[in-house]
C-alpha cells in the first residue's frame, strides 16, 4: 500500500489547513479492519499520533490537538483528511499519514512521504 500527502504549507498563526492523504490501492476497499492516522515530527523530536480512526469509525487525538483538529475519510474517494483550525506555533512538524493494516495475522504499518506544515508567528 502506498500513501500519498498533500496539503502541507505556510500558514498564519491562527489559521487553517486540510491534509489529504491518498492510498494506492483503495484501502478502503480491500480490507475490512484497519486503523488510518496522521502523525507529526518536529526537529529534534520523536514522531508522535496527532489522530487516528479506526474502521468502526472511532476517533482518537493527541491532548494538543482535541478541538482543533479532525480527522475524517471518504471512502469512495479512497482519502483521508486532516482538519486543522486554530494552529500554532507548536504545531509546525512534518505530518505523516500511516495505515495500520492485519497482514498474516500481525499489524503492520504503511507511512507516506510526509507533507511539512509550517505555522508563522
Known amino acids: 500500500v502506498r500513501l500519498v500527502e498533500s496539503g502541507g504549507d505556510l500558514v498564519e498563526l491562527g489559521g487553517s489547513l486540510k491534509l489529504s492523504c491518498a492510498s494506492s490501492?483503495?484501502?478502503?476497499?480491500?480490507?475490512?479492519?484497519?486503523?488510518i492516522a496522521w502523525y507529526r515530527q518536529a526537529p529534534g523530536k520523536q514522531r508522535e499520533l496527532v489522530a487516528s480512526?479506526?474502521?468502526?469509525?472511532?476517533?482518537n487525538y493527541a491532548d494538543s490537538v482535541k478541538g482543533r483538529f479532525t480527522i475524517s475519510s471518504d471512502i469512495a474517494d479512497n482519502m483521508t483528511y486532516l482538519q486543522m483550525n486554530s494552529l500554532k506555533s507548536e504545531d509546525t512538524a512534518e505530518y505523516f499519514c500511516?495505515?495500520?493494516?492485519?497482514?498474516?495475522?500481525?499489524?503492520?504499518?504503511?507511512w507516506g512521504q510526509g507533507t511539512q506544515v509550517t505555522v508563522s508567528p
Open positions: 490501492p483503495n484501502l478502503f476497499h480491500i480490507y475490512t479492519y484497519y486503523t
Open positions: 480512526l479506526t474502521n468502526a469509525g472511532l476517533s
Open positions: 500511516n495505515a495500520r493494516l492485519p497482514l498474516g495475522g500481525h499489524p503492520v504499518d504503511y
